[in-house]
């Protein structure tokens, strides 16, 4: 993992120090709200319905133990007792008073996190692979540019005052677990024929009211030469994106206003004038990736006795295994995903005990590596199968084994109207009845991978464009309606789902989402997922069972 | 005579600002004006050969670009901020100053806050009107507050990454 120097370290206290101050400023009353609000959003201190949220940037959702311990304690210590891991690998604490942030960043700052730029028009926290460094699909190490983008973008004296607010997601493998298409940035790394590693560069992608794939606009960009490119990309939209209209405001408008041609000819016009100097040295990405170089594995054979031996013995950790267990680059090693969608859960919550737990698994069994995706689940990324049943163990204590990975209840949702102020309907509960609906882990198996995705509103924090099923939150006249989208995906076959039909009252959500599952199952070939299915046989039957149910 | 905040080798002191501004609609009087770029463009050349120190304020939308050859016979050029949120000002003086190499007054104008401040004075501007009423001591406050930065800017600060080379 990247470990901060002197310099990294002494930026973070000026930051947390500069805040105080304005936060005194604000307490004292020499600052008015209207003037307070830019400042403490820019440090991720929103105001919410009941309070103050305050969002803790993960960059590309890499933590060691000491943070998420940190965390735990600053969700005990003033919060009530848990943090909620959203869509963008961050934290939320919602329940935070005004006069608490400045000691909170302090806090946060001791242990190398921080709460900058996760609002704001700006550059905004990074995705990239949970997996990364321990996945044998990966060409590179997406952690290395990810964190090089962190640097580069941390008060970009030009870029932070956009016309909106601007994501960025890195990947290197075929198997995007980053959605890279839907951010208004997405680079994939690449290595032409002569083995040189590059970028393909996707932008313009992103959900909200208008939802788009994002084009590609470069097959190829030389690795080296990323930061001068990057840096054109956002000069161009920093000139020309739309600021009349914050609904018109981000980048994918811009791209579709101009068309993909032109807008990459102006990006490549200005990166010619920007040259070599706007890049970062070999260098500097020379130390970062230094940082990240693996730590020793031990050396295993595939098999594991232990494993083995314990799948035979309890059914449980069995299913556990077959779902949470990913396959590591290692012999003998496995991607453990902890779930943090319990049935009947907040999509998303961990308490302070349950951090404190993970923190602990990582300490002993996962090189001190734990990472967040951006499905609001956790990772183990390198446990040994031989620990694998002591690591499943803890985590039925802590109430964390639920083996539902990619499964029907795996649900993404954003806080809705239960937190949000711009929320049309609440998500979670939602998300809850559809999760205890199918809380038979046997059926849950048997309809295999399936992605809900639930937004409170039209700002669609809940993905809910991409869901294999997206549920949309609407209010129609002072009432909860969700509307259904089926057939998006934020996956390497990104695609944006279609509306399915009229809203549905809130008390038929989850009878509808049974209807579509029954159709699924009857219609599915050999090895379908549910996304598969509903691609081939278009949206007909699916539409025909819903709302033969709902007259 | 309207007060500027003017950065002058890394002090920043209140001064009594020469220059008039000048709306398109208003005659021109005597002495140093600031005038739009349109203007600039139909009269720039005769204000010139009047001997006196001619400005020109370039808009959030406008492209500063247009001003390349004209530069070096700038005494500033302005940057408006239409409102503090507005961030295309910040790659009109980049551009100023990292590619067209001007060398003369960049003035912030508009929505200026001290808050922004750093940023300002990283993408190379060195004189402000501010509109919230800060002074020179909370410019100079700000201008110092972070002890590093990470990108290559318009200013004349090494980037983390050349910090560290040295280190």
Request: with cysteine; hydrophobic share 40%; net charge neutral.
């Given at each position: 993992?990247?470990?901060?120097?002197?310099?990294?370290?002494?930026?973070?206290?000026?930051?947390?120090?500069?805040?105080?101050?304005?936060?005194?400023?604000?307490?004292?009353?020499?600052?008015?709200?209207?003037?307070?609000?830019?400042?403490?959003?820019?440090?991720?201190?929103?105001?919410?319905?009941?309070?103050?949220?305050?969002?803790?940037?993960?960059?590309?959702?890499?933590?060691?133990?000491?943070?998420?311990?940190?965390?735990?304690?600053?969700?005990?210590?003033?919060?009530?007792?848990?943090?909620?891991?959203?869509?963008?690998?961050?934290l939320q604490f919602h329940w935070i008073k005004l006069k608490d942030a400045p000691a909170i960043l302090d806090e946060l700052a001791s242990v190398d996190l921080h709460a900058i730029q996760t609002s704001g028009n700006c550059i905004r926290n990074v995705t990239s692979d949970p997996y990364a460094g321990a996945t044998a699909e990966e060409i590179d190490d997406p952690r290395v540019w990810s964190e090089a983008i962190r640097q580069w973008s941390m008060l970009h004296p030009e870029f932070s005052f956009l016309p909106r607010k601007f994501k960025f997601a890195v990947t290197a493998s075929p198997k995007d677990r980053t959605a890279a298409r839907v951010h208004d940035i997405g680079l994939v790394v690449r290595r032409a024929r002569d083995g040189t590693l590059g970028f393909e560069v996707i932008v313009g992608g992103g959900m909200g009211r208008t939802p788009h794939v994002g084009p590609?606009?470069?097959?190829?960009?030389?690795?080296?030469?990323?930061?001068?490119?990057?840096?054109?990309?956002?000069?161009?939209?920093?000139?020309?994106?739309?600021?009349?209209?914050?609904?018109?405001?981000?980048?994918?408008?811009?791209?579709?206003?101009?068309?993909?041609?032109?807008?990459?000819?102006?990006?490549?016009?200005?990166?010619?004038?920007?040259?070599?100097?706007?890049?970062?040295?070999?260098?500097?990405?020379?130390?970062?990736?230094?940082?990240?170089?693996?730590?020793?594995?031990?050396?295993?054979v595939n098999r594991s006795e232990a494993f083995e031996e314990a799948k035979s013995a309890d059914p449980a950790f069995a299913r556990f295994a077959r779902n949470n267990l990913k396959p590591h680059k290692r012999p003998g090693y496995t991607i453990v995903e902890i779930s943090l969608k319990g049935i009947g859960d907040t999509p998303g919550d961990a308490t302070s005990e349950q951090m404190e737990a993970i923190a602990e698994l990582g300490e002993l069994y996962g090189q001190d590596d734990i990472r967040v995706t951006h499905e609001q689940n956790l990772v183990l990324p390198h446990v040994k199968l031989d620990d694998a049943p002591k690591v499943f163990a803890a985590l039925q204590a802590a109430g964390l084994s639920t083996p539902n990975i990619n499964l029907i209840s795996d649900i993404i949702a954003c806080p809705g109207l239960d937190y949000c102020a711009l929320a049309n309907a609440r998500a979670i509960n939602v998300a809850q009845d559809i999760a205890t609906r199918f809380a038979d882990q046997e059926r849950a198996e048997l309809i295999?991978?399936?992605?809900?995705?639930?937004?409170?509103?039209?700002?669609?924090?809940?993905?809910?464009?991409?869901?294999?099923?997206?549920?949309?939150?609407?209010?129609?006249?002072?009432?909860?309606?969700?509307?259904?989208?089926?057939?998006?995906?934020?996956?390497?076959?990104?695609?944006?789902?279609?509306?399915?039909?009229?809203?549905?009252?809130?008390?038929?959500?989850?009878?509808?989402?049974?209807?579509?599952?029954?159709?699924?199952?009857?219609?599915?070939?050999?090895?379908?997922?549910?996304?598969?299915?509903?691609?081939?046989?278009?949206?007909?039957?699916?539409k025909e069972a819903v709302y033969a149910d709902a007259r | 005579m309207p007060t500027l905040v003017k950065l002058t080798d890394g002090a920043f002191s209140l001064i009594d600002d020469p220059f008039t501004a000048v709306p398109d609609d208003e005659d021109l009087p005597q002495g140093d004006v600031i005038?739009?770029?349109?203007?600039?463009?139909?009269?720039?050349?005769?204000?010139?050969?009047?001997?006196?120190?001619?400005?020109?304020?370039?808009?959030?939308?406008?492209?500063?670009?247009?001003?390349?050859?004209?530069?070096?016979?700038?005494?500033?050029?302005?940057?408006?901020?239409?409102?503090?949120?507005?961030?295309?000002?910040?790659?009109?003086?980049?551009?100023?100053?990292?590619?067209?190499?001007?060398?003369?007054?960049?003035?912030?104008?508009?929505?200026?806050?001290?808050?922004?401040?750093?940023?300002?004075?990283?993408?190379?501007f060195d004189a402000f009107e501010p509109a919230d009423g800060s002074q020179p001591a909370q410019w100079a406050h700000v201008a110092n507050r972070h002890r590093h930065v990470y990108q290559r800017a318009a200013d004349a600060r090494a980037p983390a990454y050349v910090e560290r080379g040295e280190a």
């Open positions: 993992m990247y470990q901060y120097d002197t310099l990294d370290r002494e930026f973070l206290a000026d930051r947390a120090a500069e805040f105080r101050e304005q936060v005194d400023r604000r307490l004292k009353g020499e600052i008015t709200e209207d003037q307070f609000k830019p400042l403490r959003l820019m440090n991720g201190l929103y105001l919410q319905l009941h309070a103050y949220m305050l969002r803790v940037a993960i960059p590309y959702g890499s933590l060691n133990g000491v943070q998420l311990r940190k965390l735990a304690e600053i969700g005990r210590k003033y919060d009530k007792g848990y943090g909620h891991f959203t869509t963008r690998t961050n590609t606009i470069r097959e190829f960009l030389p690795a080296n030469r990323l930061f001068s490119y990057l840096e054109a990309i956002l000069r161009v939209y920093n000139r020309h994106g739309r600021r009349d209209n914050k609904y018109k405001a981000r980048i994918k408008i811009l791209v579709s206003a101009l068309g993909t041609e032109e807008f990459a000819r102006q990006v490549e016009a200005e990166w010619e004038k920007i040259g070599a100097d706007g890049d970062v040295p070999d260098t500097e990405i020379a130390r970062i990736r230094g940082a990240f170089a693996p730590k020793a594995f031990d050396t295993l295999g991978e399936l992605k809900i995705k639930i937004s409170g509103c039209i700002n669609a924090c809940g993905h809910h464009h991409v869901g294999h099923v997206g549920i949309l939150g609407v209010d129609k006249k002072g009432e909860e309606f969700y509307q259904l989208t089926l057939g998006g995906s934020g996956a390497e076959d990104a695609a944006v789902g279609k509306i399915l039909g009229p809203a549905l009252p809130a008390g038929k959500v989850t009878d509808a989402m049974d209807a579509l599952v029954d159709v699924y199952l009857r219609e599915r070939q050999d090895g379908e997922r549910f996304l598969d299915t509903y691609r081939r046989t278009g949206d007909a039957p699916f | 005038i739009s770029l349109t203007r600039f463009q139909a009269e720039g050349d005769r204000l010139l050969s009047e001997g006196r120190a001619v400005g020109v304020r370039v808009e959030a939308a406008e492209e500063v670009e247009a001003l390349a050859y004209d530069l070096p016979r700038l005494a500033l050029v302005a940057l408006a901020f239409p409102k503090f949120t507005d961030g295309r000002a910040y790659s009109s003086a980049s551009i100023l100053r990292q590619r067209l190499g001007f060398k003369g007054q960049l003035r912030a104008v508009g929505d200026v806050v001290v808050e922004q401040g750093g940023h300002m004075i990283r993408c190379g």
